[in-house]
């Protein structure tokens, strides 16, 4: 089996994919329809973007399995295919990825609010399981529960991949910045919270992914740093902060200057890197290229 921490216990720094949302939008997925269901009826251009980000020199790449939470797959009457849909997304990007790379099964948040009642918390540990072991079965390496707001959404998610899986777990969550300048996720968890909860549960990598360019980045992992000096930390970062202009959201880093920041984070205490909303395998290419540069 890979190991993530293994692969990292030598100091070197690996770089993950990017944005999913944006290349399947550009391949023709329309606002509206569900993403997930792309794995078994545009397989193609899903594993297109999968290779992207190896032909890009991706060490990681993740699965397009992020809504497929069954709660999250109800909207489109499809939690039912919850466990089919996820395990098409871990083969496909396993295919992408051979045997000497990883694959990061991916899981977001479902959508509800476990202090409104809105769903017991057996019946949404027994839906990230249902999409952990899907993960697993479809050939991922460790299971990436990402974009987190709330703890007990988190740590009720590690706790179903732990207890159902034997893979290694990796949790970030996704922090904006407050009017006072401090960071924290909708929610209100500060970075300092997320480390010492999402430890608790049993995540082995942590970090924070979505919402912020390097910039803010930088300022988030130095934060976490002063919590834990030693953890392996991951980072997936936007093209910048998106902007709204002509109607549409454009995010404005380059491959260039997002690549003219990655020695800092990494100086910073970041040992996964990769990108988020509005990357692409140009950006992840420029990474590459830079960290490989004397």
Request: charged share 25%.
């Amino acid at each position: 089996m890979r190991s993530l921490n293994a692969a990292l216990k030598n100091g070197k720094v690996l770089i993950s994919d990017g944005a999913w949302g944006t290349l399947l939008h550009s391949r023709g997925l329309q606002p509206g329809e569900c993403p997930e269901l792309w794995n078994v009826t545009h397989r193609d251009e899903v594993f297109a973007v999968a290779k992207s980000y190896i032909d890009a020199g991706a060490d990681i790449i993740l699965t397009n399995s992020f809504g497929g939470s069954p709660y999250k797959l109800e909207y489109y009457n499809l939690r039912d295919r919850a466990a089919e849909l996820n395990e098409a997304a871990a083969a496909i990007s396993r295919q992408a990825a051979n045997e000497d790379h990883f694959v990061l099964g991916s899981i977001g948040p479902t959508g509800v609010v476990l202090m409104m009642g809105q769903v017991s918390e057996q019946e949404l540990y027994d839906g990230f399981c249902i999409q952990a072991e899907a993960l697993q079965k479809g050939g991922a390496d460790a299971i990436c529960i990402e974009t987190m707001s709330a703890i007990d959404e988190a740590a009720l998610a590690i706790r179903a991949a732990k207890e159902s899986t034997d893979l290694e777990i990796v949790c970030t969550f996704t922090f904006e910045k407050t009017m006072n300048g401090e960071y924290r996720t909708m929610m209100g968890i500060s970075p300092i919270d997320m480390v010492k909860a999402v430890k608790e549960a049993g995540a082995s990598i942590i970090g924070t992914n979505c919402g912020n360019g390097f910039d803010q980045m930088i300022d988030i992992v130095k934060e976490i740093r002063t919590a834990d000096k030693t953890i392996p930390l991951l980072v997936h970062a936007n093209a910048g902060k998106p902007e709204f202009k002509d109607g549409e959201t454009v995010f404005p880093e380059t491959p260039e200057l997002m690549a003219s920041k990655v020695k800092d984070l990494v100086k910073c205490g970041a040992n996964i890197i990769g990108g988020c909303c509005g990357t692409t395998p140009d950006h992840i290419r420029a990474l590459v290229n830079e960290l490989k540069a004397p």
